[in-house]
């Protein structure tokens, strides 16, 4: 058994004394050394290296995820995250040369641009991937040169304690802490001013977050959520279609922002593809086997009882209305839950339907029928834009007319949820499903400013004449 810390919540007190040493350690300047932000990025990693174990415990404990998801969605992206973060520091930190577009005026003058930390970040994460979504955008924060709090989510205490025993441990103490604790510890917070504040969670508590930012006009990246759709268009493989999204869906039973929450499918593979929802389910996590969704060592758990409740409620529901084509085995005692399909009626747009208005965030996918791809369009386009949109077509054309015609803060043609852990595309979601993004270089721009610089030595008088009377001609702006 791994040793993992009890959890306790960080008081007040201690808030604004971190607070405060953490100000003075970016008044002296020292973060922005290069050699600086190479060593915390590198003792992160040693950080997750040498505790992996507890880390996939801590995960366990928190959301019962089998070692393999948590080290393939805590570990291993962060630890790219580190990699790419060491490796292309010293490019990212060069002043970019503006030359070349400038006007004639400007050439001499050398326009670059400098990225500058912005301050102390904040960084307020969600529970479902404890880890990664915090530390993947501490690897920003480090990289740009900013000292950060990292406020870990009360819902995964096991994680947020082994956090907090670690940071101090491998971090520069003076430059980077773990606050926990919840809305009094979030609120206390967010009373204050901060260089930069990345917020994972949902859209309601992203409104309080932007709302105090506002106050002191603190730039924010908020990483919201959302139904994330799936077109399912006629030329799509269904087998291929099924397996892939399965497979995705299945992870941490659906509470993942970029989980396939609802599926459009095309009227003629309706049928076709709920049986190859269902076989390829079967297939994969036979229920009354070792690889069921009640067993522990195959399957997360639905977070909380009140989630439990509400997803069984859901269902309960829609089996009334006859819309449940396959109901997941079920433990209530330990809110074990396995994966359900619902099937709604052609366009469902049911604005009282909980399943088609809110985000599902657990583990059932609800497949809609459509006439068309034009149809699946308008039906994502009347809804809030989402966090990521699949196509599942035979044709890279189909893809890019979706693209073309919609909105989201990511899309993939024929696979899912792979955009957060590619190192090298920005992840964030747009309009309500957040703003701003993060990850490799975008997690460095996040936390840094971007500062215009000009040179205007005294050996360029001779070229300042025109500006000064009785010289001045506005009209001679060459
Ligand atoms: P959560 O309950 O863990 O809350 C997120 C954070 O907000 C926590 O640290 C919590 O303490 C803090 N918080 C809660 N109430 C607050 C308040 N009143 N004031 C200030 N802070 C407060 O997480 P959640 O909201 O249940 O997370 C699930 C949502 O997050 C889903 O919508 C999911 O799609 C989204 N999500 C998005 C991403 C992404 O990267 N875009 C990743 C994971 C989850």
């Known amino acids: 058994m791994a040793d993992l810390p009890p959890y306790t919540e960080t008081s007040l007190d201690v808030i604004d004394e971190t607070y405060d040493r953490l100000q003075a350690t970016f008044a002296s300047h020292r973060t922005q050394e290069a050699a600086y932000r190479l060593y915390n990025l590198k003792q992160l990693a040693f950080l997750i290296n040498d505790n992996e174990e507890r880390i996939i415990a801590a995960a366990q404990a928190d959301l019962g995820k089998s070692s393999f998801e948590a080290r393939l969605a805590e570990v291993i992206p962060t630890l790219n995250e580190i990699d790419l973060a060491v490796k292309r520091l010293p490019e990212w930190m060069k002043d970019d040369k503006r030359t070349r577009d400038s006007t004639y005026a400007f050439k001499l003058a050398r326009p670059r641009v400098?990225?500058?930390?912005?301050?102390?970040?904040?960084?307020?994460?969600?529970?479902?991937?404890?880890?990664?979504?915090?530390?993947?955008?501490?690897?920003?924060?480090?990289?740009?040169?900013?000292?950060?709090?990292?406020?870990?989510?009360?819902?995964?205490?096991?994680?947020?304690?082994?956090?907090?025993?670690?940071?101090?441990?491998?971090?520069?103490?003076?430059?980077?802490?773990?606050?926990?604790?919840?809305?009094?510890?979030?609120?206390?917070?967010?009373?204050?001013?901060?260089?930069?504040?990345?917020?994972?969670?949902?859209?309601?508590?992203?409104?309080?977050?932007?709302?105090?930012?506002?106050?002191?006009?603190?730039?924010?990246?908020?990483?919201?959520?959302?139904?994330?759709?799936?077109?399912?268009?006629?030329?799509?493989?269904?087998?291929?279609?099924?397996?892939?999204?399965?497979?995705?869906?299945?992870?941490?039973?659906?509470?993942?922002?970029?989980?396939?929450?609802?599926?459009?499918?095309?009227?003629e593979n309706v049928d076709a593809f709920t049986e190859e929802l269902i076989k390829t389910l079967e297939h994969f996590h036979p229920p009354n086997s070792e690889r069921s969704f009640l067993n522990e060592s195959a399957s997360t758990f639905v977070r909380n009882t009140n989630d439990y409740q509400r997803l069984e409620n859901v269902l309960d529901d829609a089996e009334k209305g006859g819309k449940v084509v396959y109901r997941g085995e079920a433990d209530k005692d330990r809110n074990r839950m396995g994966l359900s399909l619902v099937r709604l009626p052609r366009d469902a747009k049911d604005e009282e339907s909980w399943l088609v208005r809110d985000e599902i965030f657990g583990p059932i996918l609800v497949i809609i029928p459509v006439e068309d791809i034009d149809a699946a369009i308008k039906y994502i386009n009347a809804g809030p834009t989402p966090l990521a949109l699949y196509v599942s077509s035979a044709s890279r054309a189909t893809f890019e007319k979706v693209v073309s015609q919609t909105l989201s803060g990511s899309a993939i043609w024929n696979d899912f949820a792979m955009t957060p852990i590619c190192r090298t595309v920005p992840f964030g979601g747009v309009g309500e499903s957040g703003w701003g993004n993060y990850h490799g270089y975008d997690g460095f721009l996040a936390f840094s400013h971007q500062r215009s610089l000009l040179e205007v030595p005294y050996w360029m008088e001779f070229a300042q004449k025109n500006r000064y009377a009785p010289n001045m001609n506005p009209r001679n702006e060459r």
């Open 114 to 267: 400098k990225k500058q930390p912005k301050g102390v970040a904040l960084i307020i994460g969600a529970w479902n991937y404890p880890f990664q979504l915090t530390l993947s955008p501490l690897v920003g924060a480090i990289a740009a040169g900013c000292p950060a709090v990292i406020k870990m989510s009360e819902h995964a205490p096991v994680s947020a304690a082994l956090i907090a025993e670690l940071i101090p441990r491998y971090l520069d103490p003076e430059g980077y802490a773990v606050v926990n604790g919840a809305v009094a510890a979030s609120t206390a917070l967010l009373e204050k001013r901060w260089g930069h504040i990345c917020y994972t969670g949902g859209g309601p508590v992203g409104k309080i977050v932007a709302g105090a930012a506002a106050k002191t006009l603190t730039p924010t990246t908020l990483e919201l959520g959302g139904k994330s759709p799936t077109i399912v268009a006629p030329d799509a493989d269904l087998k291929i279609t099924a397996r892939r999204m399965l497979s995705i869906k299945q992870m941490n039973v659906g509470q993942m922002c970029v989980s396939p929450d609802y599926v459009l499918v095309t009227k």
